[in-house]
Structure formats: C-alpha cells, structure tokens
C-alpha cells in the first residue's frame, strides 16, 4: 500500500530512516537562524533532528569550522551557512 504524505500529497519515503544533523557552536546568529529551518521542516516531516558543538568534538571542528552551521542529511552534507527550506524539505521527500 502506498504511503501518502500529509504535506503536498506527495508519497512518503519509503521507511526510510531519516537524520538531519546540525552542526553549530555556541553564540552563532548563523547557527540560531539555521535550527529554525531545521526544526521547522523536521517538525513537520516527522524528521529526527540532532544538534553537535563544534566546541566539543575536534574532528567536527576539523572539518567544518569555516562552514558552521553546516547541515547533514543522513550524514551527508546538505548546506553551509544558510540553509534553505524548500531545499532541505525536497532533500527529505525525494
């Protein structure tokens, strides 16, 4: 049977286990308006979201200290910076 999703009557992934990952340090107004995003669509696809400080794991801080925020999508990276809506939703329901 197919699965329809709520939003946009699109078919939902196929069971699919989803991850959004954010990646962000402390006082970052980047990072702050990125967790809106992010928790808004994950909010609404039913996407669980999780949050690491570059401040407290050096192979994040490593790779992506010039990049925070920096968003994965089942561990790979999605966006820098600014992370776009529609995009991070197209992302979760393709």
């Not at 009557?9 to 989803?18: C, D, E, N, V, Y």
């Amino acid at each position: 049977m197919d699965r329809m999703s709520p939003l946009f009557g699109r078919k939902a992934p196929a069971s699919r286990a989803r991850l959004v990952t954010l990646i962000r340090k402390p006082g970052c107004h980047l990072c702050d308006d990125a967790q809106v995003v992010v928790e808004k669509v994950c909010g609404e696809l039913g996407v669980p979201v999780e949050e690491r400080d570059i401040t407290e794991d050096s192979h994040l801080h490593d790779l992506y200290w010039e990049q925070i925020p920096v968003v994965l999508v089942d561990g790979e990276q999605h966006t820098f910076w600014r992370v776009n809506e529609e995009r991070l939703r197209k992302a979760l329901t393709d």
